[in-house]
Every structure is written in structure tokens, then in C-alpha cells.
């Protein structure tokens, strides 16, 4: 999908999404605690919201590529508001596989996503795998990117070798079991 097609649907796609996602921050930031409902009618609580960081994520069926990875191109914002974290359901997928291989948590997600977002702007890459890849695998990169645009993402590490093969030997063993029945 082009920039331009991207830009044209950010009502109903991206934009249209963090445009929600903000108002939904700033409408949970007014308050302490605040009663929220998934699917109409499973009630959850957010409490103690003065001591909490929310940020604006964005999850797409769609991939957008390094237009998602660094929405600042299509994107305007207010200037006291964050880029939102933007990630294909594909990719977000993969990037559970990604922390589970590592042995990564739930904090050290979030503490990857607040780092993404505080440094959104300097994040150039195609793919937000790269991009996660490098925060938990090349320890210069969260400290390098603060002062200027980088990411490399021909930089080929072992964890996507090993990630691929794994996956490989996954899928071929379904292969041959669903042969072998």
C-alpha cells in the first residue's frame, strides 16, 4: 500500500486508529480510576491512573511497513502527545514468539514499547521485528538511537536464524503429520 493510499484512508486506518487511541488516553488521564468495557460487557478497572504511563498502540491487520514503523511521515499530532506504537497482527504475533524464545516478559515488552515510542522519530527501518530484534540484541542501540535517525536492519542476527529454523522444523513436522494421518 502507498504512502499516498495510507494518507488518504488515515481516518479509517492508522490515523483514524491513533486518533482513538488519544482520545482514549487523554479520557483515562483526566481521571484516577476509570471502568472500561471489552466487548460491551466485560468490565474491567484501571486504578491509580496518576502512577501509570498510558500509551497510544495501534494494531493493524494490514502491513504498512516503514510508513507503521515510523507514522511521523503520515502522522500529525499534538506537540504534548506521543507517536503510537503501530505493528501488524502478523508481526505482533511473531513478536510474542520473539519474547518467548528470549525469555522476555510482560514488563520487558512494555519497557520496549515506551523506549519505541520516546524514540519514534529516530526509528528507521521496513520492519518492526528489525526493530525489536536490535532493542533486546544490540546493547549500543538504545543509547546510539537518542541522538540520531539509525537502525540498521541488515544486520542479521543469530536470534532470526534460529527463529526461522525453529519455525521451519514447526511447520515441516505439521507438514509430515498431516501427511502421515
Known amino acids: 500500500m502507498s504512502a499516498k493510499s495510507v494518507l488518504h484512508h ?9 486518533a482513538q487511541a488519544i482520545t482514549l488516553k487523554k479520557f483515562i488521564e483526566r481521571q484516577n480510576n476509570v471502568v472500561l468495557y471489552e466487548n460491551k460487557n466485560n468490565k474491567f478497572q484501571i ?9 497510544p498502540l495501534v494494531l493493524t491487520l494490514n502491513q504498512f511497513g516503514g510508513l507503521a514503523v515510523n507514522t511521523s ?4 499530532k499534538d506537540v504534548d ?8 497482527w502478523h508481526d505482533f504475533e511473531n513478536i510474542i514468539e520473539i519474547l518467548k524464545y528470549l525469555h522476555k516478559g510482560a514488563q520487558d515488552f512494555i519497557d520496549y514499547l515506551v523506549w519505541r515510542i520516546e524514540n519514534h522519530v529516530n526509528v528507521l527501518s521496513s520492519d518492526e521485528l528489525d526493530v525489536i530484534e536490535g532493542y533486546f540484541l544490540d546493547s549500543q542501540l538504545k543509547e546510539h538511537i537518542k541522538d540520531s535517525a539509525a537502525f540498521s536492519h541488515l544486520m542479521v542476527q543469530a536470534l532470526s536464524i534460529k ?4 519455525n521451519m522444523v514447526f511447520h515441516m513436522s505439521i507438514q509430515v503429520s498431516k501427511v502421515q494421518i
Do not use: F
Request: glycine share 8%; charged share 20%.
Open 47 to 55: 486504578q491509580n491512573i496518576s502512577r501509570k504511563t498510558i500509551l
Open 73 to 76: 511521515l503520515i502522522l500529525e
Open 163 to 166: 527463529y526461522i529454523l525453529k
Open 81 to 88: 502527545e506521543p507517536y503510537p506504537w503501530v505493528c501488524n
Open 10 to 18: 488515515s481516518d479509517s486506518g492508522i490515523g483514524g486508529a491513533y
